[in-house]
């Protein structure tokens, strides 16, 4: 329950139950990889709802993960200061722009976003 960072980046038989385990007994989280998994929008949203501290979270080349799915909760999430997304298929440069966008507007606190091609969208950026 104490863990504050967990890579499990390339682990092909990680699965959403698996994550959202984590994120029901791991809330003091700051830092998850969960990059090139099977993970999906149910179980990134558990961690950002449960994993109040998490400032860095990597779903590179996750492709199961939508914008529509992650988004609201990544732009409410006080702690995140870092968003790897990667070669995640939907979140495109304007998806990344809009997050940072939407996270200044509603916080007024920064966050640094990758998007698709690795490019980094930062809110003096945008």
């Known amino acids: 329950s104490k863990l504050r960072k967990v890579n499990v980046a390339r682990c092909n038989s990680i699965s959403n139950a698996s994550i959202v385990a984590l994120a029901n007994h791991c809330r003091e989280l700051r830092d998850l990889n969960v990059s090139w998994s099977l993970v999906a929008d149910e179980a990134v949203l558990k961690v950002l709802k449960n994993c109040t501290f998490l400032t860095h979270l990597s779903i590179q080349g996750c492709k199961m993960i939508t914008a529509n799915g992650i988004a609201t909760s ?14 995640a298929n939907d979140i495109s440069e304007k998806v990344a722009r809009q997050m940072v966008t939407d996270r200044m507007n509603i916080l007024s606190i920064p966050i640094e976003t990758l998007d698709y091609y690795g490019e980094s969208m930062k809110c003096s950026d945008v």
């Not at 990544?74 to 070669?87: G, R």
């Open 74 to 87: 990544v732009t409410e999430h006080v702690s995140l200061q870092w968003l790897d997304a990667s070669w």
